[in-house]
């Protein structure tokens, strides 16, 4: 199905929109009303977003497990001659930090992160699907209604804040679903297509050996790679951004990648997990950066089709016989 709204695309008009309280995160519909912080306004949004910033708050810094964990991913990878991108790095990186931030006993296994994935159907909703996540979203919200929470880690705080009145049942549903998407998705597609330009930049490559890098390079480079090409907001009352004018009752495709520079949004909705991220993003790329350096060939990409985000489905690389790890 096409998007049939206005696209913004100009750095100051997205900006601007981003920033109007006038331009609703809830797509209106079946959807008023929901208890998915991304499609909340408003004091509701406020309230639910303090304690899922409390939960993302762990992360930060990084624990020691979850190093380790990333470290042990990498050092599997030496020796390979092929790599797969997506399916040996980005995913299984982005799903430690995803399962740290929600911390059960149970795995996440590679069928669940699969219906995480699947829960982004559920932005379809801005684009006239209806209950577009069905199936993926009961699978990943029971997975986490049966789990056993970790003592004090994201999804324990999120039952206690349940039992505090802070958050409502509803939010508790969701709120684990729409988390663990935000931390595994986006990551997931930054991180391949990072590496994926390392393996073919060893110069690249060894600024990260050598940490000659200016500061901020990561940051830049997720506004280059930028995971999420669209954020999505609908009109409440008819505006003008920007010298665009938008009717009350239509949505708006808010245009984030470059070249905006605005991969973690801005305004109330902006990343929360953005330290999470890039320290995330900074440390696995560093490890993985020594064997990246040697010569790689790239042997095939593909893109994922999605209207709002951006990343590979895979990206294969090959050694070139001649070097050596
Ligand atoms: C490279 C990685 C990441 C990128 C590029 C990214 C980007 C974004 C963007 C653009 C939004 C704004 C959506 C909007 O305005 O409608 C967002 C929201 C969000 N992100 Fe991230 N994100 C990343 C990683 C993470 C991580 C690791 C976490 C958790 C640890 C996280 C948690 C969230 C949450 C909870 C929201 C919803 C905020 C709200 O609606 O108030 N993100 N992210």
Request: net charge negative; aromatic share 4%; hydrophobic share 45%.
């Amino acid at each position: 199905m096409e998007f049939q709204g206005t696209t913004l695309a100009t750095k100051e008009a997205c900006v601007h929109a981003l920033r109007q309280p006038e331009l609703s995160s809830n797509p209106g519909g079946a959807m008023a009303g929901s208890a998915n912080l991304l499609f909340m306004d408003n004091e509701s949004h406020i309230r639910l977003r303090a304690v899922v910033r409390d939960v993302i708050g762990q992360l930060e810094p990084l624990p020691h497990q979850v190093t380790t964990d990333i470290r042990a991913i990498v050092q599997k990878l030496h020796g390979r001659n092929d790599i797969d991108l997506v399916a040996d790095f980005g995913r299984p990186v982005a799903a430690i930090v995803a399962a740290a931030v929600l911390a059960v006993e149970q795995e996440l296994t590679a069928e669940l992160l699969d219906q995480i994935s699947g829960t982004a159907a559920n932005l379809g909703v801005w684009i006239g699907d209806s209950a577009p996540a069905g199936s993926a979203m009961h699978k990943v919200v029971r997975f986490f209604l049966k789990a056993t929470a970790i003592h004090d880690g994201g999804l324990d705080r999120l039952r206690r804040a349940r039992k505090a009145g802070e958050i409502t049942e509803d939010e508790l549903l969701v709120t684990p679903v729409m988390l663990v998407h935000a931390a595994y998705e986006n990551s997931t597609n930054f991180l391949a297509a990072a590496a994926l330009q390392l393996s073919q930049s060893p110069s690249l490559a060894e600024q990260f050996v050598s940490g000659s890098r200016q500061a901020g390079a990561v940051r830049e480079m997720v506004n280059q790679i930028c995971p999420t090409r669209h954020v999505m907001r609908r009109a409440t009352k008819p505006l003008d951004v920007a010298g665009t004018h938008i009717q009350e009752g239509e949505c708006v495709a808010i245009s984030i990648g470059p070249p905006n520079a605005l991969a973690f949004g801005t305004g109330s909705h902006s990343c929360p997990g953005i330290k999470v991220a890039l320290t995330e993003a900074e440390f696995a790329l560093r490890e993985i950066a020594p064997l990246l350096a040697a010569s790689w060939r790239t042997v095939s990409v593909e893109e994922k089709n999605h209207f709002v985000f951006h990343g590979l489905s895979h990206a294969l690389i090959r050694r070139d016989s001649s070097s050596g790890d």
